[in-house]
Structures are given as C-alpha cells and as structure tokens.
C-alpha cells in the first residue's frame, strides 16, 4: 500500500471556486487539510450508507432533513444486483431442483486422491 498519494484538483466552474475558498475561511484551513478532512467525512458517509442507514441533519427542534448525493446512492447499491423475474425464476429451480451431477463429475469424485476435505 502507498504511504503517500498526490492528489491534483483544478476547479474552472466559479462555483466550486467560491464553495472551497468559502470552506478554508470559515474552517481556517488549507486545501490540504480540507480535501482530508472531506475524505474522511466521505469515507464516514459511505461506511454509514453501505451498513443501510441514511445520513440527515437534526434541528434542534427534531426537524430531519436527509442527505444523498449520486456517489452515496452508488455506495448504497454497491451490494445489490439486480435479474430479470426470469432469470430469478431459473435460479430459484436450479436451487429447488439441481440438475444430477454428470459422468465426468460421478468419475472426478469416485477417485479418492481427487477431492479432499478442508
């Protein structure tokens, strides 16, 4: 594993120009500082979302508001697939009735050296 990584970042958009220069005067920090500290803010948000929570601020008063972005969406759907009702439908007969092993198969297990037990 890298002990060290560069990491190079040029905003065009005014936009993101004036978020980061807006985040290192409140924060009163450097780019390197912010981009860490967003990474681990980041890593937080995706180990939060992979175990299946939602991320969200709480008002005082008990008021939620959630947040997601397109990145946490794609972290939360990370161990998901998705099949056709077809598809699943021949799985599931494929579990519920497997098909007898074939000769080649009936032979490899018939000889005692071949398979062995973990």
Known sequence: MATTLRLEATFNDATDVEQVERLQAVLKTGNADLIRNALQLMDWCVSQVRQGRHIAS??????????DMPMLERARTTNRISVSDAAYSQMMALIEHPPEPTAELRELFARPSAVTAR
């Open 58 to 67: 709480v008002t005082e008063d008990g008021a939620v508001r959630e947040f």
